[in-house]
């Protein structure tokens, strides 16, 4: 996956509170282009490997329990400085601390339930579309 490229999941609580449309709206409004899309569940143990990174974090268990509570919505974005440009989109970890216009800021709950995920380099990205899509499933 080149520099163009990154990849988000909508959470469990914004698939829950039906938020995905709106959320993915924003997304190809702001000039995202949808390369592959599902809608899954990740089990405990997927969702503990796809955090493993934060594995030393004390939010952790709290994070691969809410993760995997119900269904995401996984996706593979293309856009000129994806990674970059996807972070400004969805803003800050804690929607308290996001700026106006932001995804963060007008559907996430809480730090924890943030409504979305977005890489937060072109090497993640690449590793983590790599942990839901086959290329066969790319756009
Ligand atoms: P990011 O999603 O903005 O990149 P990270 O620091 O990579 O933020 O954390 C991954 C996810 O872990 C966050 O999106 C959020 O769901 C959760 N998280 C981060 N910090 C906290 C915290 O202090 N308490 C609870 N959950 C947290
Ligand atoms: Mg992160």
Redesign the pocket.
């Known amino acids: 996956m080149a520099g163009n490229r990154t990849f988000t999941m909508i ?1 469990p609580e914004a698939v829950e509170n039906g938020a995905s449309g709106a959320i993915l709206a924003k997304m190809e409004a702001s000039g995202f282009r949808i390369v592959a899309m599902k809608k899954t569940r990740l089990s405990e143990e997927r969702a503990g490997v796809f ?1 493993e990174v ?1 594995k030393e ?1 004390p ?1 952790y268990g ?2 691969v329990e809410y993760m995997s509570s119900g269904p995401i919505i996984a996706a593979i974005l293309e856009k000129d400085k994806a990674v970059i440009d996807f972070r400004t989109l969805i803003g ?2 804690d929607p308290s601390e996001a700026a106006e216009g932001t995804i963060r800021k007008e559907f996430a709950e809480s ?4 409504a979305v ?2 890489s ?1 380099s072109d090497e993640n990205a690449s590793i983590e579309g790599e942990f839901f899509f086959a290329s066969d499933e790319r756009f």
């Open positions: 959470k955090y934060h974090r939010f709290e994070l800050s970890t730090k924890a339930k943030n995920h977005g937060d």
